[in-house]
């Protein structure tokens, strides 16, 4: 059987997340309702969760079974090879990338986990992770980029755009990379890596998802679950497929690169420019407009006195709308 034909129907179960019936799977497909039959069951023989009904047709289960993501991924015909490491538990996913990037695992290893019990956030934080949530990893080995700062607003856009389609709703990122609703914080983004002289020799980009955890009370007023957002449990398994779809794309058009192309993206879901704005990096703040992105990712900010001032790190606090 055609390894295709079973990916084909994997990804339709998936994001439908309901029964799809033989008749209605054979007329998306165009494959005939017998090689439907014969492919699902090689799927279940292979160990998918594909429910079976007499009238309904076929449903994948367990959707939210982040155990059964390595099988389910290694199905999606993905151009960068993810190889995925799930873990029910752990300190942080970012170490164990780390470690497995420095002893030369390839472009695309994913560690993911269900649990974790030293989340590692930006700026030296510590990051929630219980269960629940999407917390993973991602290795890669851009050739051809410069700096990392891109390569988290590309990973910025690859969320964002993967939580709007799958849920349908409007997700904006502030810079550098969180993921808000309302302002409130639905994911964040960690970017780590290993520069020599003047080149990458690897970025392990952390994504953190507030998906069906709960969160701590005194969280409430800044963050957010999807599952507050959803009004009911979100599947992690697709959200996680089509994150690793939209990530793949992005990180594509930067090693093509499109770098210009991905900050446009970032722009157009940004909640931060056209904010006044104040940056606090250490004991440094800068106060002022936020105007622009420029090609290397930086934050551009336009101060009282008119100067233009590139900003690389720091949390940004959006003031009020210009
Ligand atoms: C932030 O401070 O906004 C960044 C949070 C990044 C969290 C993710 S969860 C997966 C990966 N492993 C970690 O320990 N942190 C990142």
Same mark, same amino acid.
């Given at each position: 059987?055609?390894?295709?034909?079973?990916?084909?129907?994997?990804?339709?179960?998936?994001?439908?997340?309901?029964?799809?019936?033989?008749?209605?799977?054979?007329?998306?497909?165009?494959?005939?309702?017998?090689?439907?039959?014969?492919?699902? %069951?090689?799927?279940?023989?292979?160990?998918?969760?594909?429910?079976?009904?007499?009238?309904?047709?076929?449903?994948?289960?367990?959707?939210?079974?982040?155990?059964?993501?390595?099988?389910?991924?290694?199905?999606?015909?993905?151009? /960068?090879?993810?190889?995925?490491?799930?873990?029910?538990?752990?300190?942080?996913?970012?170490?164990?990338?780390?470690?497995?990037? %420095?002893?030369?695992?390839?472009?695309?290893?994913?560690?993911?986990?269900?649990?974790?019990? %030293?989340?590692?956030?930006?700026?030296?934080?510590?990051?929630? *992770?219980?269960?629940?949530? /999407?917390?993973?990893?991602?290795?890669?080995?851009?050739?051809?980029?410069?700096?990392?700062?891109?390569?988290?607003? *590309?990973?910025?856009?690859?969320?964002?755009? *993967?939580?709007?389609?799958?849920?349908?709703? %409007?997700?904006?990122?502030?810079?550098?990379?969180?993921?808000?609703?309302?302002?409130?914080?639905?994911?964040?983004?960690?970017?780590?890596?290993?520069?020599?002289?003047?080149?990458?020799?690897?970025?392990?980009?952390?994504?953190?998802?507030?998906?069906?955890?709960?969160?701590?009370?005194?969280?409430?007023?800044?963050?957010?679950?999807?599952?507050?957002?959803?009004?009911?449990?979100?599947?992690?398994?697709? /959200?996680?497929?089509?994150?690793?779809?939209?990530?793949?794309?992005?990180?594509?058009?930067?090693?093509?690169?499109?770098?210009?192309?991905?900050?446009?993206?970032?722009?157009?879901?940004?909640?931060? /420019?056209?904010?006044?704005?104040?940056?606090?990096?250490?004991?440094?703040?800068?106060?002022?407009?936020?105007?622009?992105?420029?090609?290397?990712?930086?934050?551009?900010?336009?101060?009282?006195?008119?100067?233009?001032?590139?900003?690389? *790190?720091?949390?940004?606090?959006?003031?009020?709308?210009?």
């Amino acid at each position: 059987m055609n390894e295709t034909k079973e990916s084909l129907i994997l990804k339709t179960l998936m994001e439908r997340n309901d029964y799809v019936s033989g008749q209605e799977l054979s007329k998306l497909l165009g494959i005939s309702r017998a090689t439907i039959n014969r492919s699902v %069951k090689r799927l279940i023989s292979r160990g998918f969760p594909i429910e079976v009904h007499p009238r309904l047709g076929y449903r994948l289960s367990n959707l939210d079974d982040l155990s059964t993501a390595p099988r389910i991924v290694s199905m999606i015909p993905y151009k /960068l090879r993810y190889n995925i490491y799930y873990v029910k538990r752990c300190s942080t996913t970012q170490e164990i990338a780390l470690s497995l990037a %420095k002893a030369g695992a390839p472009d695309g290893t994913v560690v993911l986990a269900e649990e974790m019990e %030293k989340g590692r956030g930006r700026l030296g934080r510590e990051w929630l *992770a219980p269960s629940g949530g /999407l917390w993973l990893s991602i290795i890669t080995r851009p050739t051809n980029i410069e700096n990392l700062q891109v390569m988290t607003l *590309a990973t910025g856009v690859s969320v964002a755009k *993967a939580i709007n389609s799958f849920l349908r709703l %409007k997700a904006e990122l502030k810079w550098p990379n969180d993921v808000l609703f309302d302002g409130k914080k639905v994911a964040g983004i960690l970017t780590e890596g290993e520069i020599e002289a003047d080149y990458i020799r690897f970025v392990v980009v952390g994504i953190g998802i507030n998906v069906n955890n709960n969160l701590p009370a005194e969280l409430s007023s800044q963050a957010l679950t999807l599952k507050q957002l959803a009004g009911r449990v979100v599947p992690r398994i697709p /959200l996680l497929v089509s994150i690793l779809a939209e990530f793949e794309r992005a990180y594509k058009m930067l090693l093509k690169g499109s770098s210009s192309a991905v900050i446009e993206e970032w722009k157009s879901l940004s909640a931060t /420019l056209g904010k006044v704005v104040k940056v606090v990096y250490g004991n440094e703040e800068t106060v002022g407009k936020a105007v622009d992105i420029a090609d290397d990712g930086a934050l551009i900010i336009e101060t009282e006195k008119g100067t233009r001032k590139r900003v690389y *790190a720091g949390d940004v606090i959006h003031i009020r709308e210009l």
